[in-house]
């Protein structure tokens, strides 16, 4: 059974020892998060930004499609005519899983690192909304109403990817409910950062904090 089980992985490249696959690994492996990194910094070059949108949509489709190929794969491994190819399929698909896997993990590790830095810097933007609705009996209109009375200047995220924050006011809310949002305004697919006053918090985790890691960084909620 043993000798029948590694002549199997052996012939799936699971147990390769190929320079040229190795690379590859080590390639999906890292290549995202470093450009992730790159972009979620304060600063960064434009053509990051670019390669990082086009990477991080392919990224999304193969972790669609490596899954059903290693199961594909993994089944035709039961018919000896192609049970060599679909061997080094099964292999090279379930390597691909792996790696974006890990990539997967590695980026929301810094993407979650780098919200947390946000919310540490947005205390005096948020002290300024505070002292304004005091004194006026209301929220401003816009971040810009802050300046110069309660803030020098309407400060920046001090990420490249999400530069600037979304002030939104819910004017047909009685209580004029605002909220702070960094990130994608429109969530539907992506990463969103986002502040209420106490009590109007609008996230629903249930099942989407065990699929997508949503949960609580300070007083903010963060989706992705």
């Known amino acids: 059974m043993n000798t029948r089980l590694h002549s199997l992985l052996s012939r799936s490249g699971i147990l390769g020892r190929s320079g040229r696959v190795v690379a590859l690994w080590v390639f999906v492996v890292i290549i995202m998060p470093a ?16 390669f990082y949108n086009v ?4 990224f999304v489709l193969l972790g669609w499609i490596a899954p059903c190929v290693t ?5 035709a491994l039961v018919f000896p005519g192609i049970q060599r190819t ?5 292999g090279s698909a379930a390597w691909l899983c ?22 540490g810097r947005s205390a005096p933007l948020i002290a300024a909304i505070h002292e304004f609705e005091k004194d006026t009996g209301g929220p ?3 971040l810009q109403a802050l300046v110069p009375k309660y803030l020098a200047c309407v400060p920046r995220t001090g990420l490249h990817i999400f530069p600037e924050y979304f002030y939104e006011v819910n004017s047909d809310d009685k209580t004029k409910r605002w909220s702070l949002i960094v990130g994608h305004r429109n969530f539907d697919f992506g990463d969103r950062l986002s502040y209420r006053p106490a009590g109007g918090s609008e996230s629903q ?9 949503d949960c609580r960084i300070g007083d903010w909620d963060y989706e992705r």
């Open 140 to 142: 401003p209109a816009d």
């Open 71 to 75: 199961l594909l794969a993994g089944l």
């Open 35 to 50: 450009l992730t990194a790159a972009v979620y910094a304060s600063d960064c070059l434009l053509i990051l930004q670019y």
């Open 55 to 58: 990477l991080y949509e392919l």
């Open 86 to 90: 679909a061997g080094w399929i099964f």
């Open 205 to 213: 985790y249930g099942l989407g904090r065990w699929l997508h890691g």
């Open 98 to 119: 792996i790696a974006l896997l890990v990539s997967h993990m590695w980026c929301d590790q810094i993407k979650q690192e780098a919200f947390a830095g946000v919310v």
